[in-house]
Structure formats: structure tokens, C-alpha cells
């Protein structure tokens, strides 16, 4: 069956140092990926959407690979800021369906000052 | 920016006991969805609605769940008869096409 795994151990680093996430899937090849940031107590916010057919995104200090050779998107926040600290979710498409975008268990980030 | 609103932030309620969350989409969407997420578990997909009718369920959409857009703005989840593992926050997002889901805040389901 389908798979979306993200690292469930918190990703702690230095304000000021680049961030990378990994999500990566099985036995499936989604249309496109998403990215989303979800606070605690809060809904999930949209960060940045990547189709099969490309193979980098960007959105000010956010970039997103996707390959789907490896079954993998990296999500990087450069230049990290304490107001970075979140759980980031990946999100696909599931099977041919475009009505259902299914979550990883997300990554929690912690940037120290 | 537009935002999707629900309400209420929180409900309790009793086991077996009715209730209807509501949300109210962003105005030019056209996709709208109903997602819950128990307390430290991942968001989970529960149905999408498009053109006045369900296009997606999930497994946990079983009989004891309906969803309605009972005029041009809101969009409501019913749960006729909850139970004690109903228990969670649950989101309901829109889309203008299927790229990038606007969520709202979320209700607080709580089931005693």
C-alpha cells in the first residue's frame, strides 16, 4: 500500500543554518507534492506545491526538490529563524485521485537562537 | 487575506449526541474538504466535496458522517451519533483548483 514517511525525530539546529526535511513515499507516483507548516493547536498552513515534472521549487528562503526516481522531496529553509520552529507536513496526491491529499506524520523543526 | 472560518472552536458533547461543525470556505473556492487529527497523531483525510457532491471518501467516513453545503457559504460535517474515539480537531480547507488547501482553524471535538 501507499506510504509517505517523514523523520519523526525533531530536527534541532542553529538559527542562521539551513534546514533540510525529508519526505519520502512508496509504491505510489503522485501528480505533485505539497508542503505545509502546521503550529501547535492550529491548522495547516500551505507552503509550496511541486509537480511530478519539475524538479525545484522556490518561494523566498524556501526551496523543494522532488525526485522521483528516489521517491523523495527535500524541503530546505535557508537562513533559519526561531519563528521557523513548526511541524512541516508533506502531502500527496493519492493514486489518480485529485480530491485527496493524503499527510505525512510530519517533522517537528526547532531553530535556537 | 481570506480566510476559512469555523465554528465552534470547541464542543463537548455526549457520547451518542449529534453535532454539526461548521466552516465557511473562502468565497471563490470550489473544492472544499473535512480533514480531523487526533491529539499527537498526522492530519487525516475524511472527504472532499466538489459540485454540490462528495468526490472523496476515507474508510473513517462511515454512515455516522454527512456532509452539506446548505447554501452558497457554509459547509457543514454532522456526526449523528458520536462516540468516544470521535475525539479530535477537525479542519475543513477549500481550494480553488487542487493546488494548495486553505485551512481554517479548526474545532475542537471532545466526546465524553
Known amino acids: 500500500s501507499q506510504k509517505i514517511e517523514q523523520n519523526s525525530e525533531a530536527l534541532n539546529i542553529q538559527e542562521g543554518k539551513t534546514a533540510t526535511l525529508t519526505c519520502n513515499y512508496t509504491?505510489?507516483?503522485?501528480?505533485?507534492l505539497q508542503w505545509y507548516r502546521q503550529d501547535p493547536g492550529r491548522g495547516p498552513v500551505f507552503l509550496l506545491l511541486?509537480?511530478?515534472?519539475?524538479k525545484e521549487k522556490r518561494k523566498e528562503r524556501l526551496k523543494v526538490t522532488f525526485d522521483t526516481t528516489l521517491k523523495q522531496s527535500l524541503f530546505h529553509i535557508t537562513a533559519s529563524q526561531p519563528a521557523d520552529s513548526a511541524t512541516y507536513l508533506c502531502?500527496?496526491?493519492?493514486?489518480?485521485?485529485?480530491?485527496?491529499?493524503?499527510f505525512g506524520s510530519g517533522t517537528r523543526l526547532l531553530v535556537r537562537p | 487575506e481570506p480566510e476559512v472560518t469555523q465554528t465552534p472552536s470547541h464542543q463537548v458533547t455526549q457520547m451518542g449526541q449529534e453535532v454539526i461543525l461548521r466552516c465557511v470556505p473562502i468565497?471563490?473556492?470550489?473544492?472544499f474538504y473535512w480533514y480531523r487529527q487526533i491529539l499527537g497523531q498526522k492530519v487525516e483525510f475524511l472527504v472532499s466535496?466538489?459540485?454540490?457532491?462528495?468526490?472523496?471518501k476515507s474508510e473513517i467516513f462511515d454512515d455516522q458522517f454527512s456532509v452539506e453545503r446548505p447554501d452558497g457559504s457554509n459547509f457543514t460535517l454532522k456526526i449523528r451519533s458520536t462516540k468516544l474515539e470521535d475525539s479530535a480537531m477537525y479542519f475543513c480547507?477549500?481550494?480553488?483548483?487542487?493546488?494548495?488547501?486553505?485551512f481554517g482553524s479548526g474545532t475542537r471535538l471532545t466526546v465524553v
Open positions: 480547507a477549500s481550494s480553488e483548483s487542487t493546488d494548495g488547501y486553505t
Open positions: 468565497s471563490n473556492h470550489l473544492y
Open positions: 511541486i509537480r511530478e515534472n519539475e
Open positions: 509504491n505510489y507516483s503522485p501528480a505533485y
Open positions: 466535496f466538489y459540485n454540490n457532491e462528495i468526490s472523496e
Open positions: 502531502a500527496l496526491d493519492w493514486m489518480d485521485s485529485s480530491y485527496k491529499l493524503i
